[in-house]
């Protein structure tokens, strides 16, 4: 059974940073593109970032372009989104993502797997 896990959400300050992490168990994320998505209360799911199964390819959501990274660590099969100069719009529940394809994708119809979530509030 394929399980995804996000870590390190929390609450953070406007302006702040945080590092979410995500880990398989079941199966390697390592050659399969993966995605994070949020959804914030009350709206609908959205993309924010996604990296390719060989970590070649990335694509962010306008909304925090610059400001977000995503990248993977073949060595610990882990996929990180890194959340800098935080702002009270990216309070959501952050999921990541897995597809069974290493052709990453903005659509989250075509992700195969998901986490349960995991929360980040940004205050002031």
């Known amino acids: 059974q394929v399980q995804l896990v996000e870590s390190g959400g929390g609450l953070v300050q406007t302006g702040g940073s945080v590092r979410l992490s995500c880990a398989a168990s079941?199966?390697?994320?390592?050659?399969?593109?993966v995605g994070w998505f949020r959804q914030a209360p009350g709206k609908e799911r959205e993309f924010v970032a996604t990296v390719s199964g060989d970590g070649g390819t990335v694509h962010y959501a306008d909304s925090v372009k610059g400001r977000f990274t995503i990248s993977r660590d073949a060595g610990k099969n882990t996929v990180s989104l890194d959340m800098n100069s935080l702002k009270s719009e990216d309070t959501a529940v952050y999921y990541c993502?897995?597809?069974?394809?290493?052709?990453?994708?903005?659509?989250?119809?075509?992700?195969?797997?998901w986490g349960q979530g995991t929360q980040v509030t940004v205050s002031s």
């Open positions: 079941g199966r390697t994320l390592n050659g399969y593109a």
């Open positions: 993502a897995s597809r069974t394809s290493w052709i990453s994708s903005v659509h989250l119809g075509t992700y195969d797997y």
